[in-house]
Every structure is written in C-alpha cells, then in structure tokens.
C-alpha cells in the first residue's frame, strides 16, 4: 500500500528556518513527481510546486519561487520542503501529493499533512 | 495564472444530484483534458475523486461524475449522501507556470 508520510507538526518563531519531509514508503520513488500544497487556515488549496525525484528537475508556482526550497533524497525516498526565514503568513497547513510521471497526471496519493505555525 | 473558478456552497437533499462547475481560461481547463476533482473533509488530507476530466479512480462511487465543456470543467454528485458533506476543488494541469491550478473550493452542505 502506498503511504505518504510527513513529519510532525511545527512551531517556530519568525526568521528561524525550517525543513519538513515527506516519506514515500512505496516503490520506484523516482518514478513518481511530488508535489507541496499549502492550505491556509480556514483557506484554499495552494500548488507550491513539485519535483521529480529521478533527477531533481523542480518547478515552482510563481508565488513560491524564492520563498521555500523542494528537494528529495532518493536514497531514503524522501522529499522535503524548505524556508529559509518563515514569516507569519507561512502559518498554514502543508500537504505532500504525489503523480505518476505522465504529462497532466493527477496527485492519487496525499500525505496527511504537516501543521506550520509560525508566531513569537 | 489565477486561481480557477467555483461557487463558494452548493448545498441539495438526501437523494437529490448536484453540479460544481469549475471555470479556467483556454490556458487551462480549455486547453488541456487533465482536470481533477478532489473531496477534502475537514482536518483530513484532500481525495481524488476524478482525474483527466471524467474517470474515476478505483473505489470511488459512481455516484461521482465529471464532464467539461470549453474552460468549464463540472462535478456532479448523484444521490447525495450525508457523507458527501465536505470541500471539492478542482484542479488542473497549465503546461506552463504554474503546472497546475486548483479551484477556489466548493462547500457541499446535505441538507
């Protein structure tokens, strides 16, 4: 059965960074794309961006660009999303999705999510 | 690219059908047959529910269907179910930047 796993829920201060991850625990990580989607609270899904794992090409939604960083570790079939400095507004809960390698394809199989709260 | 289209509530009674519609542009939903329905309950992660417009992935009820017409994509649920109560985005693939759009979401209330 395929899961995807995130780590557990966050609370930081404004301008510390922070890393969260998303463990495949299926087979063939590399020929899967993973995707990060933010909701925030009470609000919408958001696409952040995703990565294909087999050579890390990533693509990014304009919004996020330069604001968090995806990554994976094929070696333990895992991705990550990252920031920097959070702010406040990066409050929100982040969800790890994930498609097969087929133009279009749609996110089958979704983490349960990672709670971000950002807040002196 | 903005966010695509959705009524904010559509709401029916047990046994009744109901329509989201989903509206993009010819850059998206217009251009592409890889849209995307997907049921999010409240504190849990979204669902697929219908991908590439009108299929219906394994275990899901056929009480879900999908079509498109132009930019506008549509869900419709067939004899609403108490637990059908929940979110419903749409989503869909752009070929550009953004890959992919979701939908602004859609409250299904049974009454």
């Known amino acids: 059965e395929v899961q995807l796993v995130q780590s557990g829920a966050e609370v930081k201060e404004p301008g510390e960074s922070l890393k969260i991850s998303c463990k495949d625990s299926?087979?063939?990580?590399?020929?899967?794309?993973i995707a990060w989607v933010r909701q925030m609270p009470g609000k919408g899904l958001e696409w952040m961006g995703i990565i294909n794992p087999s050579n890390s090409d990533t693509r990014y939604s304009p919004s996020f660009q330069g604001q968090v960083t995806i990554s994976a570790d094929n070696s333990i079939t895992t991705a990550y999303l990252q920031w920097s400095s959070l702010k406040a507004s990066d409050t929100a809960m982040y969800y790890c999705?994930?498609?097969?390698?087929?133009?279009?394809?749609?996110?089958?199989?979704w983490g349960q999510g990672t709670l971000v709260t950002v807040s002196s | 690219q903005s966010a695509l289209t959705q009524p904010a509530s559509v709401s029916g009674s047990p046994g009744q059908s109901i329509t989201i519609s989903c509206t993009g542009t010819s850059s998206d939903v217009g251009n592409y047959n890889y849209v995307s329905w997907y049921q999010q309950h409240p504190g849990k992660a979204p669902k697929l529910m219908i991908y590439d417009v009108s299929n219906r992935p394994s275990g899901v009820s056929n009480r879900f269907s999908g079509s498109k017409s132009g930019s506008t994509a549509s869900l419709t649920i067939s004899g609403l179910q108490a637990e059908d109560e929940a979110d419903y985005y749409c989503?869909?693939?752009?070929?550009?930047?953004?890959?992919?759009?979701f939908g602004t979401g859609t409250k299904v209330t049974v009454l």
């Open positions: 299926g087979y063939s990580f590399t020929t899967y794309w």
């Open positions: 989503n869909s693939y752009t070929g550009s930047s953004p890959l992919y759009v």
């Open positions: 999705a994930r498609r097969i390698s087929s133009t279009g394809a749609p996110f089958e199989y």
